[in-house]
């Protein structure tokens, strides 16, 4: 008996660990019919009237470009600002820890699994190290208590921007504890020192508008193109202006809270961010045939799949890196060439 046991149970456990392996990993960030995309912008307090018309002004342009140039519906577009819906009608809520929570709870209501959720922060960061707070109406929140309220959002892509002076500490608390696969996070500063309001969010805005961070021109804009415009164009600031810098925007995306100052595709920071792009939808979509469209979003998922597999180059032997690329080349262009023979549908 005991040796039934034994097998029984070597037989179950055996059956497990098939089933685990056969389990297939949650493709991230994908971008498909079946997917949607959500924005959460939160803009704290500021101080000073010059203040408060710049965060503003920031705030409605970046909520005006995911509108307009990214096809965020109203639904998938939410604003939160210090003061309220009075300051202006495109404002959902107040930017406090009850709006925020409130906000979340209709997000999650609405989010599906492989679902992206973008989250911006504006206004002013405090605070030294991971104690760094960002500042609200009311109780301010550090990383660790602003990760916590997204502990729901377990199977959805997460993408964090915290644009305030002083976030480094702030982010790398988020980064730490926030759960989970397909998490980005953004850091317009490297260091709780860099306390002076950041030009990241100006250039950030300025490269999403009309998607003039499209590096590789394929009418999408991700995460890394956006970053790296916005980086680039702070450094040239600064150049221009023969001082020393006083931000220096860090990202993360592989979990390890080590923010990367120059994260690339082949680097530890990067691969995730080339894939998450912003668009919620693009423009001509709802003008094309469902065969056309069909071709659209085959185009765009070997798209993806070059970029992933460029990312992964160091794994492969030259020469089956080569053919594997040359592979997923060849139907891209087929695919579009397909595509663009079919351009009177």
């Not at 909520?63 to 404002?91: F, K, M, N, P």
């Not at 973008?118 to 009311?138: P, Q, S, Y």
């Not at 595709?265 to 979509?285: H, K, N, V, Y």
């Amino acid at each position: 008996m005991r040796v039934l046991g034994f097998f029984l149970l070597f037989a179950g456990v055996c059956a497990g660990i098939s089933a685990v392996a056969q389990e297939s990993p949650r493709e991230l960030f994908v971008q498909s019919a079946a997917s949607k995309k959500a924005a959460l912008i939160i803009t704290g307090p500021t101080i000073g009237s010059e203040n408060s018309a710049k965060y503003r002004q920031l705030t409605l342009s970046l909520h005006d470009v995911l509108a307009r140039d990214y096809g965020y519906s109203s639904e998938q577009l939410v604003l939160l600002y210090a003061g309220g819906t009075g300051i202006d009608s495109r404002v959902d809520g107040d930017a406090d820890r009850a709006g925020i929570v409130q906000a979340l709870a209709a997000l999650e209501m609405s989010l599906q699994a492989g679902d992206q959720l973008a989250v911006f922060l504006l206004g002013h960061g405090t605070g030294v190290d991971d104690e760094a707070k960002f500042n609200i109406r009311g109780p301010d929140l550090n990383g660790a208590e602003f990760a916590r309220l997204f502990d729901a959002f377990t199977r959805q892509d997460l993408v964090f921007v915290n644009t305030t002076s002083a976030s480094y500490g702030f982010a790398t608390a988020l980064a730490r504890e926030v759960a989970g696969e397909g998490r980005i996070v953004v850091s317009a500063t490297r260091s709780s020192a860099e306390k002076f309001d950041p030009l990241f969010s100006r250039y950030l805005i300025e490269g999403l508008k009309e998607r003039r961070a499209d590096r590789d021109k394929n009418s999408r804009v991700s995460l890394l193109e956006a970053f790296n415009y916005a980086k680039n164009n702070v450094d040239a600031f600064y150049e221009e202006q023969g001082r020393l810098a006083a931000e220096h925007a860090g990202l993360d995306d592989n979990g390890d809270a080590l923010f990367a100052l120059a994260p690339a595709p082949d680097e530890s920071d990067g691969r995730l961010a080339e894939i998450a792009f912003f668009d919620a939808a693009i423009a001509d979509e709802a003008s094309l045939s469902p065969e056309r469209l069909t071709l659209k979003r085959r185009m765009q998922s070997l798209e993806r799949e070059v970029l992933l597999l460029r990312g992964r180059k160091a794994e492969f032997l030259e020469d089956d890196y080569w053919m594997r690329l040359e592979v997923l080349l060849m139907d891209l262009a087929r695919t579009t060439e397909d595509f663009d023979a079919n351009a009177s549908q």
